[in-house]
């Protein structure tokens, strides 16, 4: 079954795979690394060899189960476009995301060079909400432009963890950004200034703004609870979120 999701800007996770593996220094305190332990620990299904990649067949129609339309995103738990899933399971994800129009899915992924290969002979659904990770300069930037050659009705970035000013971004064609920083006990610091840069951009290209957290380092540079240092941005909360079609 899916699950409900305590992620602020969704409703729903769907996990038809599960497990993934380093590439970019944004996955060196990956938070579904941490969970796929304790479920493995606790027996859950599905976590048997912890967060080894593993795909699962059995879950790939559970949204046909809901008849509410609602938002999922895919693959809290893996990378959909990990290079050791084949297409072939890929098209059966998307066959299921095609057939429930009423479900809107937002697919993130790390492995942004296999985007514009994939759907190079595919068409991305109307109802998907593709996006990349933008951690830093280095890895995160590249894959903007990855995103940018495929024609999705949303294409958005998650900037989590922001862990280094971006400098100037190229939003064309980008309709919503995510910022937020680290968690946990290891958590690195996001300076205030990295997010206004951002926050700024978005303002000007006319692209939502979505400001999840401050994570493990408040606004003011102490380290605290993630909750005790909260959301707020120039003293609001930044919910906003992309115009289909816009």
């Not at 050659?149 to 939003?171: C, M, T």
């Amino acid at each position: 079954m899916t699950t409900q999701s305590r992620i602020e800007w969704t409703e729903q996770t769907w996990n038809p795979t599960t497990g993934c593996t380093k590439v970019s220094p944004g996955c060196k305190h990956c938070y579904a690394e941490v969970m796929a332990k304790r479920l493995q620990a606790m027996g859950a299904g599905g976590y048997d060899n912890g967060f080894e990649l593993a795909l699962h067949p059995n879950r790939i129609g559970q949204p046909f189960g809901r008849s509410k339309p609602t938002v999922y995103f895919v693959n809290s738990m893996s990378d959909l476009f990990h290079d050791k899933i084949p297409d072939t399971f890929l098209d059966d994800v998307f066959s299921v995301i095609r057939a429930t129009p009423r479900h809107t899915y937002q697919i993130l992924t790390k492995r942004s060079e296999r985007l514009p290969t994939y759907f190079a002979r595919r068409e991305c659904p109307e109802n998907v909400w593709l996006g990349v990770s933008v951690e830093d300069r280095a890895y995160g930037l590249p894959r903007i432009d990855h995103l940018r050659r495929v024609n999705a009705y949303i294409r958005f970035l998650s900037v989590e963890p922001l862990l280094e000013d971006l400098g100037k971004l190229d939003l064309t064609d980008i309709h919503w950004v995510i910022v937020g920083g680290e968690s946990g006990p290891k958590a690195r610091p996001m300076r205030p200034e990295w997010v206004e840069n951002i926050q700024h951009q978005c303002d000007e290209a006319g692209v939502a703004f979505f400001f999840k957290q401050w994570g493990g380092w408040g606004a003011d540079g102490k380290k605290r609870s993630k909750k005790k240092n909260g959301r707020l941005l120039y003293g609001k909360t930044w919910d906003q979120m992309p115009l289909p079609g816009a």
